[in-house]
């Protein structure tokens, strides 16, 4: 993954916005030759944490995790992940995400995040 873009937003409902770019290898494909759902599950994910880190500066783990798929992800080929920090407060963070084509801006898959955010001073593993 390929970090493009990270706006802090001076609207009071969203934190920021993130634009993440992406190709799937060909050995992250399912038994139909496409991305496999656990790998856009994945992207959602990590790329939805990275951006409440590079957004706020904050630690945190996943609570919840939903994922839409469209259309395919196509492998070998460059696909943007376009991500929102709606909100993050003291102990929580909001996220949704979009994987889309790169080259047709089609949305391939949508995604939502709840994480738990991690207090500071915590004891890391």
Known sequence: MKLVKVEKQKQKD?????LIKAKLP???????GTGHGGIIATLHDSSQ?????A???????????????IQVVPLEQEVEIHVRVV???KNFAF??????????????SKGSCVFLVIPEGSPKL
């Open 55 to 69: 957004l706020t500066g904050k630690e945190c783990m996943t609570a919840k995790l939903t994922v839409e798929f």
């Open 87 to 89: 909100r993050a407060s």
């Open 26 to 32: 060909s050995y992250m494909r399912n038994g139909h």
């Open 95 to 108: 996220t949704d995400g979009e994987i889309r084509d790169a080259k047709t801006k089609k949305i391939l």
């Open 49 to 53: 944490w990275y951006s409440i880190l």
């Open 14 to 18: 969203i934190v920021g916005t993130v």
